[in-house]
């Protein structure tokens, strides 16, 4: 089974910025996408940016040119560069990530334990 850990959430104010770190554990067989998810309370969960095995990535309206997701290769670290935060993007943020573990199976999706960002003066 796989684990995704994630890190780098806090308090932040208005304008400033985060990183967010997700890094698997576990075997892999093929990692097809990796994603940041989040959810504002009273909310429902909602895809911020996805980065596919090949590189590209795709973001929702609200981040984009704001927000930078990445990946390195080598470990499958997954990163989320977030610049001129606001009190709207304060929510517990997940990462995700659609993967075969082994040979023969179906692709699954699997979630990290989120972590909270609050955007506030």
């Known amino acids: 089974q796989m684990q995704l850990v994630e890190s780098g959430g806090g308090l932040v104010q208005p304008g400033g910025s985060l990183r967010l770190s997700c890094a698997p554990s576990?075997?892999?067989?093929?990692?097809?996408?990796m994603s940041w998810y989040r959810q504002a309370p009273g909310k429902q969960r909602e895809m911020v940016a996805t980065i596919t095995s090949g590189g590209s990535t795709t973001y929702a309206g609200s981040v984009k040119g704001r927000f930078t997701i990445s990946r390195v290769s080598a470990t499958n670290t997954m990163y989320l560069q977030m610049n001129g935060l606001k009190p709207e993007d304060t929510a517990v943020y997940y990462c995700?990530?659609?993967?075969?573990?082994?040979?023969?199976?179906?692709?699954?999706?699997?979630w990290g334990q989120g972590t909270q960002v609050s955007v506030s003066s």
């Open positions: 576990g075997s892999i067989f093929n990692l097809i996408t």
């Open positions: 995700n990530a659609r993967a075969v573990l082994r040979l023969g199976e179906y692709e699954d999706d699997y």
